[in-house]
């Protein structure tokens, strides 16, 4: 069974001040990970797609890397716009590409 | 580009009343998804549509949860009887086969 475990739960920075959030997985066969935001009472907002270790992909302040084990987001010199739910999901091998999704890091950027 | 339309956008039902959620996915899209929110948690998948077969329906509560998608466009999620464990927010999303999945913006649903 797939797992994805995100930490912290919840961080609160303040603007300026890089961090990175960590999302750890198993899975049989990676078929992607990806990261979304969540604002409230929205939905999940695609930002990255990693497929193979050592990838990475930035946008903005952003910037996604990718392990065998584990996927980081990086935010540096974050904004107040920044403060969103940040969830992970993995997508294994075979036929279904339903995602498996980790609780998410509730990020609050303060002025 | 229209996005992924959800309706309606709030629901609250007592237990043991049906309930209906209706989704558009994004023009050209073959794959839908129903993913169900709890809140404080990740989005889980309940149903994965191909065009307008089933892929993957392991997660979905069969017993009180049924779903369809008739043309292979729009999709219809159902409930009946609901439960006060029901309480959530259903996510739509949709895809290009084996690619990015986009959601719409969720119906809250409310079981009291």
């Known amino acids: 069974e797939d797992q994805v475990t995100q930490s912290p739960e919840a961080l609160r920075l303040q603007e300026g001040e890089s961090s990175s959030l960590n999302c750890s997985y198993t899975?049989?066969?990676?078929?992607?990970l990806f990261w979304y935001r969540q604002d409230p009472g929205k939905g999940p907002e695609f930002l990255f797609t990693?497929?193979?270790a050592g990838e990475e992909k930035e946008k903005e302040r952003l910037k996604a890397t990718l392990t065998k084990k584990e996927s980081f987001l990086h935010i540096t010199a974050p904004k107040p716009e920044d403060s969103a739910t940040y969830l992970c999901?993995?997508?294994?091998?075979?036929?279904?590409?339903?995602?498996?999704f980790g609780k998410g890091t509730h990020l609050i950027i303060q002025p | 580009e229209a996005g992924v339309a959800q309706s309606p956008r709030y629901k609250i039902i007592e237990k043991r009343q049906s309930v209906a959620f209706w989704c558009n996915p994004i023009?050209?899209?073959?794959?839908l998804y129903w993913y169900q929110q709890i809140l404080g948690q990740g989005p889980k998948l309940l149903i994965q549509f191909q065009n307008n077969g089933v892929v993957d329906d392991s997660q979905l509560p069969k017993d009180r949860f049924s779903a369809e998608r008739l043309k292979g466009v729009d999709s219809t999620l159902k409930i009946q009887p609901a439960k006060l464990e029901d309480s959530a927010v259903y996510l739509c999303?949709?895809?290009?086969?084996?690619?990015?999945?986009?959601f719409g913006p969720g119906t809250r649903l409310l079981v009291l």
């Open positions: 999303a949709s895809s290009p086969q084996g690619e990015t999945q986009y």
């Open positions: 023009s050209g899209h073959a794959t």
């Open positions: 990693l497929y193979s």
């Open positions: 899975v049989s066969g990676l078929r992607g």
């Open positions: 999901a993995v997508r294994s091998g075979g036929g279904a590409d339903g995602l498996t």
